[in-house]
């Protein structure tokens, strides 16, 4: 069975840095792409970045890009999302997906995890 995990959230101050993990139990043909979307309380779900596993291809939101980078380690089979200069508007819950094709869209991911919030103070 596949399961995603999340980890590494919690509280940061406006301008901290934060790392958040995915770990992934066991991949199939159908997890090619892993992504990150963020929810956050009365919004709707919305991409913030993807990858390739090897990183050949990544893809960045506009409100994220310079600030966020998403990679892997694919022996440890973990994606990862460092998030640096933080800001309140950041404050949501993170969420770790995976799929099959290069998209922005949550309907085009087959397995998400629990997801990990993430707050930045002001």
């Known amino acids: 069975q596949v399961q995603l995990v999340e980890s590494g959230g919690g509280l940061v101050q406006t301008g901290g840095n934060l790392r958040i993990s995915c770990a992934v139990s066991t991949r199939t043909w159908r997890m090619t792409v892993m992504a990150w979307f963020r929810q956050a309380p009365g919004k709707e779900r919305e991409f913030v970045a993807l990858?390739?596993?090897?990183?050949?291809?990544?893809l960045y939101a506009d409100s994220v890009t310079g600030r966020f980078t998403i990679s892997d380690d694919n022996d440890k089979n973990t994606i990862y999302l460092q998030m640096n200069r933080l800001t309140p508007e950041d404050t949501a819950i993170y969420y770790c997906a995976s799929g099959s094709h290069v998209s922005r869209a949550p309907t085009e991911y087959y397995y998400w995890g629990q997801g990990t919030q993430v707050t930045v103070a002001s």
């Open positions: 990858t390739t596993w090897g990183a050949d291809n990544t």
